[in-house]
C-alpha cells in the first residue's frame, strides 16, 4: 500500500509563502489522483487542490490564485506552492492519494499524517 508523509511546513507571516511536498511510496502513485487537505482549528476538513493522475489541477475557490498544486510522477511526489499566506489559511494540511484497486474501478483513499501551517506575524 502507498504511505503519504508531508513536509514543508511552519510558521510564517501573512503574505509570505511556503512550498509543501508529499511524498510517496508504493507502486501505485502515477495512476493516483492526488489532493491536499486541510483543517483548522474547530472546522471540518476541507479540499484546498486536486491534481489528478494525468495532471489536471482543480482548486478551491479560497485558494484560486494563490496556490499552486503539482506532480511528478518520477519522483513519486506532489508538491503544494502557496503564495500570498493568510492567517485564515493556519491548519493542518494533509496529503491524500486516490487509487483504483480493481477492474470495477474501485478506489482506496490514502492519507498522510499531516503537516502544520500556521500563518501569523
Known amino acids: 500500500q502507498v504511505q503519504l508523509v508531508e513536509s514543508g511546513g511552519g510558521l510564517v507571516q501573512p503574505g509570505g509563502s511556503l512550498r509543501l511536498s508529499c511524498a510517496a511510496s508504493?507502486?501505485?502513485?502515477?495512476?493516483?489522483?492526488m489532493g491536499w487537505y486541510r483543517q483548522a482549528r474547530g472546522k471540518q476538513r476541507e479540499l484546498v487542490a486536486s491534481i489528478t493522475s494525468d495532471g489536471r489541477p482543480n482548486y478551491a475557490d479560497s485558494v484560486k490564485g494563490r496556490f499552486t498544486i503539482s506532480r511528478d510522477n518520477a519522483k513519486n511526489t506532489v508538491d503544494l506552492q502557496m503564495n500570498g499566506l493568510k492567517p485564515e489559511d493556519t491548519a493542518v494540511y494533509y496529503c491524500?492519494?486516490?487509487?483504483?484497486?480493481?477492474?470495477?474501478?474501485?478506489?482506496?483513499?490514502?492519507w498522510g499524517q499531516g503537516t502544520q501551517v500556521t500563518v501569523s506575524s
Open positions: 491524500r492519494s486516490s487509487t483504483v484497486v480493481n477492474v470495477e474501478g474501485a478506489r482506496v483513499d490514502r
Open positions: 508504493g507502486r501505485t502513485f502515477s495512476s493516483s489522483d
